[in-house]
């Protein structure tokens, strides 16, 4: 048993998938596969179960998770002391939260911390990033997420022990055009709030299924309005200035529009206009230095 395949053992868990796995190892899938095979042999068990729609872990699979991750973040402690090397803490954001939020939480690790290095990875979709700290390629994540248990939203979490710290509110808006329909005509005044029925056959604004505003608009809208792919933050918000429909965007992205006057609020029946911002991190790798201070530092 080797480190490099039980990184290889880490990303196959992570992504789910080979290619995604060599993919994001940057290795043909065929080296992939023979690494987990090699893995399998000297171990004497099978660690995957092998599906159309992906790979799910064994039970010796599931035995042996904890362990890779506490080897190689071992290894990869020692490999620091040895080399005298400055401690580098990775820490992923959703791009879309990656300039509004992040940016405070460096600042008091840099205050606090000057001896550690933050490496940022951004990313616009969710798993990347929680499959990154299911691997042990990042510490923590930054994510959106709904109240609850973690994934509560509607996403898939990797098989492995994370754990989660709420930092802040992230409220919602549902917004439009002043020309648009449902602002123009009153509805909202008359009824005090939209309802579902009001909203039934509008045109809904979204990016990809993954995406956190997608899933939000799910829980407030169910299947009352139709969907439009339009692209991230920045371009719906845009089409809905135009008219081309409603969006369900955080406040912090169309502020500026509402007080322009280039969208307007349109009020909701709901108590679930807003996400949390999410900490992630595993639970097994408390103890990895620096992620104590991470923690630390987004928690003020």
Do not use: K
Request: net charge neutral.
């Amino acid at each position: 048993m080797e480190l490099r395949q039980l990184r290889v053992f880490e990303a196959v868990v992570a992504h789910r998938t080979v290619t995604a796995a060599a993919a994001a190892l940057d290795l043909a899938p065929s080296s992939v596969s023979e690494q987990i095979r090699v893995l399998e042999r000297s171990l004497g068990v099978a660690l995957f179960d092998r599906a159309p729609r992906g790979m799910a872990l064994t039970p010796a699979g599931e035995r042996l998770l904890p362990w890779s991750r506490s080897l190689l973040d071992q290894a990869e402690q020692a490999r620091r002391e040895v080399s005298a090397a400055r401690i580098v803490v990775r820490l992923g954001a959703l791009e879309t939260i990656a300039a509004t939020h992040v940016p405070a939480v460096l600042a008091r690790l840099a205050e606090r911390r000057p001896d550690l290095d933050v490496a940022l990875h951004t990313d616009a979709a969710r798993d990347g990033l929680l499959g990154g700290v299911a691997a042990g390629a990042l510490e923590a994540a930054l994510i959106l997420d709904t109240a609850g248990p973690l994934g509560e939203l509607g996403f898939h979490l990797p098989p492995a022990p994370l754990d989660h710290l709420d930092l802040e509110d992230v409220p919602l808006a549902l917004v439009a055009a002043p020309t648009h329909p449902l602002a123009a005509s009153g509805a909202a005044t008359r009824t005090g709030s939209l309802t579902r029925a009001d909203l039934r056959g509008q045109r809904l604004l979204v990016n990809t299924p993954a995406c956190s505003f997608w899933l939000a608009g799910e829980r407030l809208l169910g299947h009352a309005v139709e969907r439009v792919r339009t692209g991230g933050v920045a371009v719906t918000r845009a089409c809905a200035e135009q008219g081309l429909g409603i969006a369900l965007l955080p406040e912090f992205a169309v502020r500026d529009a509402l007080a322009a006057g280039s969208l307007v609020r349109l009020p909701v029946v709901s108590r679930e206009l807003q996400l949390h911002l999410r900490l992630v991190w595993r639970s097994d790798r408390e103890s990895v230095p620096g992620l104590r201070e991470v923690l630390y530092a987004a928690a003020v």
